[in-house]
């Protein structure tokens, strides 16, 4: 009976190149399984950042909404009054804050002017005239003599090069001394005429030029004294360019009242009202009214409520839940988010603690059922009309001070609202410098004409001309324009006021407080002060709500780390000692444009939130990194191992073979 040999062909081969065994099917599947953390990884990354593009849609929609209540956040938003007039090419008007509605008759008689001063004609405008200097002075001719208004004299260089009639004027405009120059060409052989024109119309700032002629002669018809003008001399001997339109004030009745003024912007005739000239209109008066216009308002609030319902909408859309699905939206759930849903509703849904108006629906905001605003435009309307002011601090923040010479000039985010007493234990004060006796009215050039002055610690000498003054009043204007004029004072903003009393004069620092210092001397300090009487600039002192408070000059400031943090008081003159109260209100805008701007804050919860999350992407990028980097080690296990089986599994699939082959030749020899 022959043996049979079982075949193993079965169990050691399997179709393929070589043993047959899928190496590289086999390592992919197995590193299929190995990623799935990666894959896990890859997930908390996109859900990271969808969540970091769900905080880029709310900040946009919160900085929407802040941008809406930054309107309504201030006073001067709440104009609820608007000025017209009859003959709008008369003028053009403007009510603003403490404007009082009612109507006015408006005439205009004279519009202002600036003065315009014309050198005789050259040929051309490369005529030389010659070098020197050239100073402006500005004030008022009366007829009979110049007085300069005190604003300071401008002296203008004209060195060699730039003495011809295009030098001189390029020359002056370069200086910037608030006078102009150009040329004008009347078309004749000797057409071309240098103009001066005073930068500021009004009959205070005409003209009055003085020269310092390279010929040594500052008066006559000849070199760089051709542009001299002396208002008070005469024609060829120091009046040598001609007045082509004079200085000259606007003119203008209100209800039967006279009033002029230097420009033709007049804003303070009518009280809160500008009024822009630009006409006569002498013997027909025009009709002005200022009237009730709540409309600006309404817009304002308007575009508040649209934004408002728009943030809530963002806010739905990014964290709704689909029941029928059971899953939520990006930020279901997420804390930042309710806790800013939490503060816009504790702040739209509370009340102030003082006011005609405490909550938004006396003002017709009310909420609906869905967490949005509605606006009841009449009910506004209403409001407005009946109280504008309560209206105002129920919106804004405001500030105001009982004591007539106290202004809240500023205030801050930090300013808790409250009432706060006001105690002033020292008032502010300019520095000065007061003379002894009369003024000397003569002034002699070389002998009493110097004054070395330091004026809130920059020095500057000044020469004052040579004359006799009509009165102290004229020699203090004097004065005043020669140290004002003085190039490093006017460089760094120093200045002072001249003035005088019983002949004696005064010589104050423009700059209130401690920094603020006058100091003289000099050749003239004898005949125009005497012996001088010095006081120290002092800054205000005080306390705000018992609070102390830094002063510098009038300005009196609250402290940080107290509640009157950001609160600044100008407090201009008066005595020491209680002035009175000073309430600081956050109406609801106010409160929400701090609430959004701490949240859109660059250390503020969002930003917080989104930073979190960039970390935490940044470290699933390195564990991923690191996990790619073993996971290639892996592989190359894997293979190194699949493919050495590989080599075995083809080793026994030949021996299999052979075996086969021996076990049939047996079973053969055996059969036969």
């Known amino acids: 009976m022959a043996t049979t040999i079982p075949s193993t062909s079965a169990s050691l081969s399997s179709p393929g190149v070589g043993s047959g065994l899928d190496v590289a099917g086999i390592v992919s599947k197995l590193m299929t399984v190995e990623k799935r953390p990666l894959t896990l990884m890859d997930a908390q990354i996109s859900a990271d950042q969808a969540k970091i593009?769900?905080?880029?849609?709310?900040k946009s929609?919160?900085?929407?909404?802040?941008?809406?209540?930054?309107?309504l956040g201030t006073a001067a938003s709440f104009k609820t009054l608007t000025a017209s007039v009859s003959d709008s090419t008369l003028l053009t008007t403007s009510a603003g804050s403490g404007a009082v509605a009612g109507t006015y008759s408006v005439e205009v008689t004279k519009l202002a002017q600036a003065q315009k001063l014309v050198s005789a004609g050259f040929a051309g405008t490369g005529d030389t005239l010659g070098t020197g200097t050239l100073t402006f002075d500005f004030g008022t001719f009366d007829g009979v003599?110049?007085?300069?208004?005190?604003?300071?004299?401008?002296?203008?260089?004209?060195?060699?090069?730039?003495?011809?009639?295009?030098?001189?004027?390029?020359?002056?405009?370069?200086?910037?001394?608030?006078?102009?120059?150009?040329?004008?060409?009347?078309?004749?052989a000797s057409g071309n005429h240098l103009v001066f024109t005073a930068g500021a119309s009004g009959a205070a700032n005409s003209l009055k030029i003085t020269v310092a002629d390279e010929d040594g002669n500052a008066i006559d018809d000849a070199g760089l004294s051709r542009l001299a003008y002396d208002p008070a001399g005469s024609a060829g001997a120091g009046r040598n360019v001609e007045q082509k339109v004079a200085a000259q004030d606007a003119a203008l009745v209100i209800?039967?009242?006279?009033?002029?003024?230097?420009?033709?912007?007049?804003?303070?005739?009518i009280q809160g009202v500008t009024l822009n000239l630009a006409k006569t209109n002498v013997g027909t008066p025009a009709t002005l009214s200022v009237a009730a216009d709540t409309g600006n308002v309404a817009t304002l609030v308007g575009s508040f409520v649209t934004a408002y319902n728009q943030l809530q909408t963002t806010l739905g859309n990014l964290t709704k839940y689909d029941p029928a699905q059971k899953h939520g939206s990006v930020l279901t759930g997420d804390g930042t988010l309710r806790q800013i849903q939490t503060q816009l509703r504790a702040i739209l849904g509370g009340s102030l603690s003082s006011g005609t108006y405490t909550t938004l629906a006396q003002a017709g905001l009310q909420f609906k059922s869905d967490g949005t605003l509605a606006l009841d435009s009449t009910k506004l309307d209403t409001a407005l009309k009946a109280n504008a002011g309560a209206v105002t601090q129920l919106f804004a923040a405001v500030g105001t001070a009982s004591d007539a010479l106290t202004t809240v000039s500023a205030f801050g985010a930090k300013t808790v609202p409250g009432s706060y007493a006001l105690s002033v234990t020292q008032v502010g004060r300019q520095a000065s410098v007061a003379g002894s006796v009369a003024a000397g009215l003569t002034i002699t050039a070389g002998v009493n004409d110097q004054l070395d002055v330091t004026i809130d610690g920059t020095a500057a000498t000044v020469t004052l001309a040579a004359g006799t003054y009509a009165d102290a009043s004229a020699l203090a204007a004097e004065v005043q324009a020669r140290i004002n004029g003085a190039t490093?004072?006017?460089?760094?903003?120093?200045?002072?006021?001249?003035?005088?009393s019983g002949g004696i004069l005064t010589i104050a620092s423009n700059r209130n407080g401690s920094a603020g210092g006058v100091a003289v001397a000099g050749n003239a300090v004898a005949s125009i002060l005497g012996a001088t009487i010095a006081t120290t600039g002092l800054d205000v002192a005080g306390?705000?709500?018992?609070?102390?408070?830094?002063?510098?000059?009038?300005?009196?400031?609250?402290?940080?780390?107290?509640?009157?943090?950001?609160?600044?008081?100008?407090?201009?003159?008066?005595?020491?000692?209680?002035?009175?109260?000073?309430?600081?209100?956050?109406?609801?805008?106010?409160?929400?444009?701090?609430?959004?701007?701490?949240?859109?804050?660059?250390?503020?919860?969002?930003?917080?939130?989104?930073?979190?999350?960039?970390?935490?992407?940044?470290d699933i990028q390195a564990r991923e990194d690191a996990f790619n980097q073993r996971m290639t080690q892996v592989e190359a296990n894997y293979t190194k191992q699949f493919n050495a089986l590989d080599t075995l599994i083809s080793a026994l699939n030949t021996q299999s073979t052979y075996l086969t082959q021996q076990?049939?030749?047996?079973q053969k020899n055996s059969n036969g």
């Open 488 to 500: 490093a004072l006017s460089a760094v903003g120093a200045s002072v006021s001249v003035t005088q």
């Open 53 to 58: 593009s769900a905080y880029g849609t709310l």
């Open 145 to 188: 003599g110049f007085t300069s208004n005190g604003n300071g004299t401008k002296t203008v260089t004209i060195a060699a090069g730039q003495n011809s009639l295009a030098g001189i004027r390029d020359a002056v405009n370069a200086a910037n001394i608030g006078v102009t120059a150009t040329i004008v060409n009347d078309g004749s």
């Open 543 to 618: 306390t705000i709500g018992g609070f102390a408070a830094t002063g510098s000059g009038q300005v009196l400031s609250g402290a940080v780390g107290t509640p009157i943090e950001g609160l600044r008081l100008l407090i201009g003159g008066g005595a020491s000692g209680d002035r009175g109260t000073i309430v600081f209100g956050q109406g609801f805008a106010a409160r929400l444009d701090q609430m959004i701007g701490q949240a859109l804050d660059a250390e503020g919860s969002i930003e917080a939130r989104t930073s979190g999350l960039q970390k935490t992407i940044a």
């Open 61 to 71: 929609a919160l900085a929407t909404l802040q941008s809406a209540v930054g309107g």
């Open 255 to 269: 209800d039967g009242i006279a009033i002029r003024r230097s420009s033709n912007t007049v804003s303070d005739a």
């Open 663 to 666: 076990f049939a030749a047996l």
